[in-house]
């Protein structure tokens, strides 16, 4: 039997078993795993702004989902969340680049309606790059227009790098620099790591 995934801009049709066992196992292993992830269940699909169930599903079950991928309990906040991560999509329908902000942010697995925030204004400027980038490359772009765009893009770049830092921060996962500036093991002690100052008089 097969099984399509459908959006407005895309397609995609499940392979059957006669069409898997063709493949190699890397590639079958590939399909499988790509399956699993726009095939499931815990998908959230939008209708006229609101998420709505796949066939089958209460129709509770897509707030649910939403609520715990902000982290929040208001449903306002958490659809103010991924609007804020749809502005400015690639796809022509509002309720398409609602889903698509939902799966990016979701892809960054916020753990803290903090980091919600953050990965959904990620999200947003990372969309922003990549349409400042476009329109610099237009055939009949003027060199004014290339070179604000690539302007804007470095800028936002800038913001991207910083928001990664944040929240990699956020996550406990910073950077972190140790640096030794002298070692003194004396005969039968220990390492003594850190600044290590000498006094007049001997004293040190």
């Keep these: 039997m097969t099984t399509k995934y459908k959006t407005k801009e895309v397609t995609v049709t499940r392979s059957d078993e006669k069409a898997l ?13 790509m399956s699993d992830k726009i095939f499931s269940d815990l998908e959230v699909r939008f209708k006229g702004g609101r998420p709505v169930p796949s066939k ?10 939403l609520l ?12 103010q969340t991924v609007n804020n991560a749809a502005a400015g999509q690639y796809w022509n329908e509002s309720d398409t680049n ?23 204004q990620m999200v947003a400027v990372n969309t922003a790059i990549g349409k400042t980038l476009y329109r610099a490359m237009l055939p009949d772009q ?46 039968g002690g220990q390492a003594i790591v850190g600044n290590v ?4 008089g001997g004293e040190g």
């Design 21 to 33: 066992a063709t493949l190699s196992e890397k590639e079958r292993g590939l399909l499988l795993c």
């Design 56 to 65: 089958g599903k209460p129709e509770d079950l897509p707030y649910a989902l």
């Design 68 to 79: 715990e991928l902000c982290k929040t309990a208001s449903v306002n906040g958490a659809l």
């Design 98 to 120: 609602l889903a698509v902000a939902f799966t990016q942010i979701a892809d960054l697995a916020p753990q803290t309606p903090l980091e919600a925030l953050l990965i959904s």
């Design 142 to 187: 003027t060199p004014y227009g290339k070179e604000s765009n690539f302007g804007y893009a470095t800028k936002l770049q800038r913001i991207f790098l910083q928001q990664i830092e944040a929240l990699q921060k956020l996550r406990g996962k910073g950077l972190q620099t140790v640096r030794v500036e002298h070692v003194t093991v004396n005969a």
């Design 197 to 200: 100052e000498h006094k007049p």
